[in-house]
Nanobody, 119 residues
Framework: QAQLVESGGGLAQPGGSLRLSCAAS????????MGWYRQAPGKSRELVAF???????NYADSVKGRFTISRDNAKNTVFLQMNSLKPEDTAVYYC?????????????WGPGTQVSVSS
């Protein structure tokens, strides 16, 4: 079994920055692709950014040039650096990953962290 826990959310002003972290823990053998998703009130959950184990990345068009995803495989952690924040970035941000443990490979979600962008 594995767990994902996000941190780093909070309140930011428009144009400001936040850095999210997501740490995986448990009986981990391999962490595959890691992604950040977000869900705003009344909207569906959407992919924000994704990074493969090898470091290849892709981003939603709405965050390209503003957000950067990275990972530290040695620390089982993925990051999301969010710059030039906009009010429409307000959402609960979730970490997601496929993880192989001693029991099986499965898809995991973190509990989420709130990001609010407001003046």
């Amino acid at each position: 079994q594995a767990q994902l826990v996000e941190s780093g959310g909070g309140l930011a002003q428009p144009g400001g920055s936040l850095r999210l972290s997501c740490a995986a823990s448990g009986s981990i053998l391999t962490i595959y692709g890691m992604g950040w998703y977000r869900q705003a009130p009344g909207k569906s959950r959407e992919l924000v950014a994704f990074i493969t184990r090898g470091g290849s990345t892709n981003y939603a068009d709405s965050v390209k040039g503003r957000f950067t995803i990275s990972r530290d495989n040695a620390k089982n952690t993925v990051f999301l650096q969010m710059n030039s924040l906009k009010p429409e970035d307000t959402a609960v941000y979730y970490c997601n990953s496929d993880i192989a443990t001693h029991r099986a490979r499965a898809n995991y979600w973190g509990p989420g962290t709130q990001v609010s962008v407001s003046s």
